[in-house]
């Protein structure tokens, strides 16, 4: 668990970095804006990277809560719509037009799910951390200024659906080998 929560400070702790806008630029100052986006990956890299060891290493720990049956069941349908808004957010489509932020929203729905299906401890740490965080991103970036204005292109919206079903199908079919668990 050590390995796991060390991964979410470093990872989510990179990631809070952009909320506090002095502390980014004061730190682009200093380093400069490449240097800062190097050092922000890696950074980030090393937090993942941390976070999938000390999840696999880790044991469940102890029951928190029961998991919520209904959670489990609509799990499926909201990691696909999870993809779907990651996809939507590196295109120039309607849905991140109207969203706006729709990775995040896609973390906010991932973190949720995944939390109320599971209920164990290292389950509630990881999930609840990546929701708190993205809770509090979410807000944040919808204070900040709004996104460049561009027009939007129906082609970028079938794009990422289908991309978004496509990719969540393989993490579906994958999940039983890489996480133990059958997501359907």
Known sequence: MFLMIAGLVLFLGAHLVPIARGT???????AGEQRY?????????VGLVLIIAGYWLGDRGPQVFAPVL????????????TFILFAASHMRGHIRRVL????????VLWSGVHLLANGDLRGTVLFGSFFAWSLLDLA??????????????????????????LVAGVVMFLHPYLFGVRPY
């Open 24 to 30: 980014r630029r004061m730190l682009v100052a200093r």
């Open 37 to 45: 986006k190097g050092l922000f990956s890696i950074v980030s890299g």
């Open 70 to 81: 209904a959670a489990r069941r609509v799990a499926p349908l909201v990691v696909t719509i």
């Open 100 to 107: 706006r932020h729709p990775m995040t929203i896609g973390v």
């Open 140 to 165: 944040a970036s919808y204070a900040r200024r709004p996104i460049e204005p561009y027009a939007p292109a129906v082609r970028f919206d079938l794009m990422a659906v289908l991309g978004g079903v």
